[in-house]
């Protein structure tokens, strides 16, 4: 079964942090992706990876950091937390093509 | 700019009657649209897809309508069922630097009531 797991359910972390979320795919994916989840807003791409080392921003990459060393693990980097990034972030991963996502329960992140 | 509209916030529907979602594009690139359904403090889940060389694409009660002169696509659930609430969003895929790039729309929340 198909699995898309992020490190955290929920994050507290107070402004100026530098906060990490990692996400990890066992499906062997290529691509992988990062997006926050706002009310009013719908799911807004922050980056994207299509290969191991090689990302590429999206639509909303400012404060925004992405890593991704090996093919299954793709990490989301907050170098200094401001509030206006508290939000729901979602990882999803796809084998290629334009087919369909699959993505982590999400990490409810609040910045105080 | 919002490439992929869905104009309705919310929807309520009786059970067992149609729920009818609908989503709007303007970039003709797009070649493959997706509906996702999301509950609360999960991610989202596939739920259905059509390409853009068709017009529609059925799966038990769902389908799934293209009309590409319109730019619009249309989620159809009969029966609607209480465990269907949920909130859905469209999604369109296009090539973007030797790979696809997805827009998401805002979102419908659908309620259906016993």
């Known amino acids: 079964d198909v699995k898309v797991t992020q490190s955290s359910r929920y994050l507290v972390k107070r402004t100026g942090e530098k906060v990490f979320l990692e996400c990890v795919q066992d499906?062997?994916?290529?691509?992988m992706f990062w997006y926050r989840q706002d009310p009013g807003l719908g799911l807004r791409l922050i980056y994207f990876?299509?290969?191991?080392?090689?990302?590429e921003k999206g639509d909303i990459p400012e404060g925004y950091s992405v890593s991704r060393e090996k093919k299954e693990r793709f990490s989301l980097i907050l170098e200094s937390a401001s509030t206006n990034q508290t939000s729901m972030y979602l990882c999803?991963?796809?084998?290629?093509?334009?087919?369909?996502?699959?993505f982590g329960p999400g990490t409810r992140l609040t910045v105080t | 700019d919002q490439q992929v509209k869905q104009n309705s916030p919310s929807l309520s529907v009786q059970e067992g009657r149609i729920s009818i979602l609908n989503c709007d594009y303007t970039?003709?690139?797009?070649?493959?649209f997706l509906w996702y359904k999301k509950y609360p403090a999960e991610g989202p889940t596939f739920l259905i897809s059509?390409?853009?060389?068709?017009d529609k694409n059925e799966d038990g009660r769902f389908t799934v309508f293209l009309n590409k002169s319109a730019k619009h696509l249309s989620l159809h659930i009969v029966p609607s069922q209480p465990g269907d609430s949920a909130v859905y969003f469209c999604?369109?895929?296009?090539?973007?630097?030797?790979?696809?790039?997805?827009?998401f729309g805002t979102g419908t929340r659908l309620k259906v009531l016993a």
């Open positions: 990876s299509y290969d191991v080392k090689m990302k």
């Open positions: 499906m062997d994916h290529e691509n």
């Open positions: 059509i390409s853009s060389i068709k």
């Open positions: 970039n003709s690139m797009f070649d493959y």
């Open positions: 999604a369109a895929s296009a090539l973007y630097l030797g790979t696809y790039k997805y827009i």
């Open positions: 999803a991963s796809t084998p290629g093509g334009p087919y369909e996502q699959y």
